[in-house]
Structures are given as structure tokens and as C-alpha cells.
């Protein structure tokens, strides 16, 4: 009987591969020499008896057996990473919980609410991961999460949803910018010089901005466009918790939106219905 799989180190390389489509920064990824990713390929396609890679000039792509190979590698390198975890923190650590959230999520919530959920549960061992909605819920289908804090809802039968709050989006500037001080309407807002904070739904994007509209700025982390309001004549739509100390502060101010509200962005909690029967899951969600 062939056994696949000789080494989780041939599905790291796979995964890294994958990722960076090229031979050459997989070496550097990994800190290992190109033919050593290359004999790992070439070992774990001989093993599974399919080429994984389609190879051309400017790099190389999966194979449709690539494509399947993955989803299960990566939870197969994941659980060998939590077990390791598990045992390394035997006797120290009860629990291990890995935890998605959107990077606004984070920086509004989840951040103080870890903080006291340490303070409360010293014996349960805790990661985060940050990134956006899409990637945070294919990692959480594909097991590499336990619990995702995401801006949209998940709907699936096999999985819980919670919304667990809302923030109101507000237009925002520099205080020393004197321009609209009296609001400005929905329909002008277009006209501004504004940086996309990625925080607007799909469906207020589009009545806000023609197809057309081009953004000079563009910021995936809204995080990021906050620092480039400062002493500008920029505008961004945030969540107003995002800036409420600048706003406290009278370094940063709201302008008025007339004729319309923006709708509020909401955050979701998504878990398996699995996962929470886990201890972990259960402290944290009662933490919650």
C-alpha cells in the first residue's frame, strides 16, 4: 500500500510553492536551497503519482491536482502545528484557540476584550490572525480557524453566525480643513478627494460612486488611511469608534452627510457548530 505524505516538510514546500508561484522565492520563504524545493516537489508528485505544478516562464501554477492537494494540506499543516502547540503547552495551557478577525474588528473590539479574556482565562493559550472577511472564512472552512470576526455574515447550516455589534461609518477630515463645515450632500460626497477605506458594503459603494469613479488613494487596512488625514485636505468614511479619540481630541472632525445615512458596518461572529464544544471556544464565547 503506498503511503503519502513522508513529510509535512514536502507539504510546507507544496504550500509555499503555491503561494509564491515561483522556485526561487520558495527557497527564500523557507531559508533553503532551490533544489531542495525542487527535489521536495518532485518527491511528493512522484508520491501522489500527479504533477502538482504546471511549469512556464513566468512561474508555475497548480494543476487541478495541485488545486485539490491544497485545502487538505493546509489543514493537514495546521494540525500539526496546534498539536505541537497542545503538547508544548501541556501543563501550562488547558486550552489552544486560534482566533480570525478583520483588521477593523480587532483594532475597535476584539483587541480589549483579549486583553480582559487573558486576564480572566491565564490557562487558555490564544492566536490571532488578522485579515479580510473572504480569507478569514476560507480559512475557517478550511479548519484553520475556531472562531472568525468577520463583516458579513456567514450563512451554512453547519456553522453559528452571531452578529455581535454595529459601528456608524462617518465622513471624516482634519480639524484645520475649513472646507463643508456645514455638511454636504449624499450626492456631492463623490466629488470629494477621497480615500477608499474599504469599509464601505458593496451595495453603498455603488450609490455612492459612479462605476466610473476612480480613487487616487486606496487603503485595504482602514487603519491605514487615518495617519494620511492629518494636516490634509483628504476625506475618508471610517467607523466613528476607529477615530473617536482624534475626534476627542479636535484633530480630526465629522462632516454631516445630507439626505441619506450611510448604513452601519456590522461584525459577525462565525464558528463551526463543532468547534464550539471545544472548552476553549466555550470560555471564549461566554467571555464574549
Known sequence: RRVLFRSTEQLKTFLSLAETKNFSRSAEALIISQS??????????KET?????????????LTGAGQALREYAEQIVNLEEKALSQM???????GYLILGSAYA???MHLCSR?????QRHP???VRVKCGHTGALLNELRRALLDVAFTH?????PDYVCTCVGEDELVLVTDAKNTEHCGGISYASVKELPLIDSNFLYGTTQRRLFPPSCQFQLRMDIASCAVPLLKGGGWYAILARKHVEALLQSGRLRVIPIRGEEIPPVQHYMVYRKES?????????????
Open 36 to 45: 531542495t524545493v525542487s527535489k521536495r516537489i518532485g518527491e511528493l508528485e
Open 49 to 61: 503519482g500527479q504533477p502538482l505544478f504546471l511549469r512556464g516562464r513566468g512561474g508555475v501554477r
Open 88 to 94: 508544548n503547552r501541556t501543563g501550562q495551557y488547558s
Open 105 to 107: 474588528y480587532y483594532d
Open 114 to 118: 483579549l486583553r480582559v479574556f487573558a
Open 123 to 125: 490557562d487558555v493559550s
Open 152 to 156: 458579513h455574515p456567514f450563512h451554512n
Open 276 to 288: 464550539g464544544q471545544q472548552p476553549a471556544v466555550q470560555k471564549f464565547i461566554s467571555a464574549l
